[in-house]
T-cell receptor, first 115, second 113 residues
Framework: AQSVTQLDSHVSVSEGTPVLLRCNYS??????LFWYVQHPNKGLQLLLK??????LVKGINGFEAEFKKSETSFHLTKPSAHMSDAAEYFCVVRPPGSGTYKYIFGTGTRLKVLA | GAGVSQTPSNKVTEKGKYVELRCDPISGHTALYWYRQSLGQGPEFLIY????????DSGLPNDRFFAVRPEGSVSTLKIQRTERGDSAVYLCASSQTGNTEAFFGQGTRLTVV
């Protein structure tokens, strides 16, 4: 069965410092992996996705993530946090193969950015 | 609009009542999904439509929940005899096909009192 584990429910960083949000996945095969962001009272927005091309994936707003098969990880990073990055972040796995459509979400990491 | 639209944005209902939640997907998207997000949790899959038919309804918690998509566009999630445990944000998403990127709506926050 596919699953994702987000290792931190809350992360606090100071503005201008690096962000690291951790995600580990469980999958028998190479899945598709995503990071979504959810701002208060807003819909889920796709930050980036990995679909078996380059292992280092660049997304919107300066975020990137690296797929590490040996560690079954897909951690999200950003070099310098902005106040506007404060939100809930979800790591998501979608099983491989044609016709797969079911997104499996982690429990989320709430990012707080301190002035 | 260009995105997935869900109405109402908020719904408060009394225990035991019937509710309907509406989703307008992105035009031309054949795949539509419903997810439920309980407080402090990630969204959980409820049902997937490909066109008019429910291709997978394995996530519906029980037979009080039902969803339709009669013309392959707008979908309605129906909950009968609501219970307090049904309180959550119900998210709708659509995609061009079943295995392309899904775009999510803002959700309907359902509160059962």
């Amino acid at each position: 069965a596919q699953s994702v584990t987000q290792l931190d429910s809350h992360v606090s960083v100071s503005e201008g410092t690096p962000v690291l949000l951790r995600c580990n996945y469980s999958s028998s095969y190479s899945p598709s992996l995503f990071w979504y962001v959810q701002h208060p009272n807003k819909g889920l927005q796709l930050l980036l996705k990995y679909t078996s091309a380059a292992t280092l994936v660049k997304g919107i707003n300066g975020f990137e993530a690296e797929f590490k098969k040996s560690e079954t990880s897909f951690h999200l990073t950003k070099p310098s946090a902005h106040m506007s990055d404060a939100a809930e972040y979800f790591c998501v796995v979608r099983p491989p193969g044609s016709g797969t459509y079911k997104y499996i979400f982690g429990t989320g990491t709430r990012l707080k950015v301190l002035a | 609009g260009a995105g997935v639209s869900q109405t109402p944005s908020n719904k408060v209902t009394e225990k035991g009542k019937y509710v309907e939640l509406r989703c307008d997907p992105i035009s031309g998207h054949t795949a539509l999904y419903w997810y439920r997000q309980s407080l402090g949790q990630g969204p959980e899959f409820l049902i997937y439509f490909q066109g008019t038919g429910a291709a997978d309804d394995s996530g519906l918690p029980n037979d009080r929940f039902f969803a339709v998509r009669p013309e392959g566009s707008v979908s309605t999630l129906k909950i009968q005899r609501t219970e307090r445990g049904d309180s959550a944000v119900y998210l709708c998403a659509s995609s061009q096909t079943g295995n392309t990127e899904a775009f999510f709506g803002q959700g309907t926050r359902l509160t059962v009192v």
